[in-house]
């Protein structure tokens, strides 16, 4: 079965959430006018690959990017010997070319937000310099397997003695009838192991502070982060984290709150997550809401990107993290001040 290589951005992907189709993701970060990633950056690719599952069945999407410095043209071919890259590695690596119907295409540098401090400068150029790579299944395969996860990390402990056998039984199947719409089904153990009730004991992790204000690890957004069941796909909001009345700038007195957070994704290096900022109460004809800080209708991408410097200042590796403003596209359905929020949402736990 060939592999088809789309051009998409990382941000469609939550888009695709609404679909039976899986994706799983991971971008891959460059040096400044480098095209080559390094050793540390291979291993995470490598890391990331490995866990993947159903990898024969699986198309590719690789969209590149740089930042802003250079000309256009020279910026346009930076990402694509960037793409070509990943490419090259992919197919090292049990795609071979055979494999792949390649359209590669660079998308260049990514605009920066004017009036930014320098520092946030530096942390977009970083985040743009790189390539990501997006793996998915199928909408029509994803409806005949049983166990639909991409990633062996995500298999619960039924689901991972089982799936060895079931892969192959899936990619055996689907390649030898491509049109069938046929349930592939799991064994009789499996079924028995799913009906059964799984209780998790919550555990948390020791992580000691510094800080002089005490502060109440049984309470959020502390307790998750701390918890050893920390899942994927789980979004914690950043409780009493607050703003100054529209606008970006955090006050004063959620500093220490914010501290201890940053202490804990420190000590957490397995934690990759997206800063997700909310807003409430806006006029529809405005995607977002008006920031006094820089006189623009941008308050919720801004106060998700002041967390993000926040916590890089802190000493949170910023590719482990990425930012988002959603507006007022995100409603929870109750009071307006709920919608008055930042989060985390976790995208990725790295096993150790």
């Known amino acids: ?72 043209e020279y910026n346009l071919d930076l990402s694509n010997r960037r793409v070509e890259t990943v490419s090259e590695w992919l197919q090292e690596h049990k795609i071979t070319i055979e ?5 590669i295409e660079g998308r260049g540098e990514v605009a920066l937000e004017e009036g930014s401090e320098e520092l946030t400068i530096d ?46 039984k899936v ?26 009730p799984v209780v998790e004991v919550e ?3 020791e992580i000691p502070t510094n800080l002089d204000l005490p502060v109440d690890n049984t309470q959020e957004p502390f307790k998750s982060l701390l918890s050893k069941n920390l899942k994927k796909g789980q979004v914690i909001r950043l409780e009493n984290i607050l703003f100054y009345k529209g606008r970006s700038t955090v006050l004063e007195e959620s500093q220490p709150l914010l501290d201890r957070v940053a202490e804990i994704l420190v000590a957490r290096e397995d934690i990759h997550f997206e800063i997700h900022g909310h807003v409430c109460c806006i006029n529809p004809v405005y995607k977002d809401a008006y920031n006094r800080d820089t006189k623009k209708s941008n308050l919720s991408f801004d106060r998700a990107k002041a967390i993000f410097q926040i916590l890089r200042n802190r ?33 990725k736990i790295e096993m150790k």
Do not use: W
Not at 21 to 46: A, M, P, R
Not at 99 to 103: G, V
Not at 179 to 188: D, E, N, V
């Open 99 to 103: 494999n792949i119907s390649k359209t």
């Open 315 to 347: 000493g949170v590796d910023y590719n482990r993290m990425r930012y988002k403003g959603y507006g007022r596209t995100k409603p929870l359905g109750g009071i307006d001040k709920l919608d008055r929020r930042v989060e985390l949402y976790i995208t």
């Open 1 to 72: 079965m060939n592999f088809k290589n789309y051009i998409a951005s990382i941000f469609l992907l939550l888009g695709f959430a609404g679909h039976a189709q899986l994706t799983e993701t991971h971008s891959v970060y460059f040096d400044v006018d480098k095209d080559q990633f390094s050793f540390s950056e291979g291993k995470q690719l490598n890391s990331f690959f490995d866990d993947l599952l159903y990898k024969p069945l699986l198309d590719v999407k690789i969209l590149g990017y740089c930042d802003d410095r250079g000309s256009y």
């Open 171 to 196: 990619v055996k199947a689907v390649l030898k009838e491509e049109g069938s719409t046929a349930l592939i089904p799991t064994s009789k153990s499996l079924k028995n192991d799913i009906k059964e």
């Open 203 to 205: 555990e948390y992790l």
């Open 123 to 168: 942390d977009e150029r970083a985040q743009n310099r790189r390539v990501d790579v997006v793996f998915s299944l199928k909408e029509e395969i994803t409806q005949r397997i049983e166990i639909k996860k991409l990633s062996s990390n995500d298999l619960t402990e039924a689901e991972a003695k089982e799936i060895k056998n079931y892969e192959k």
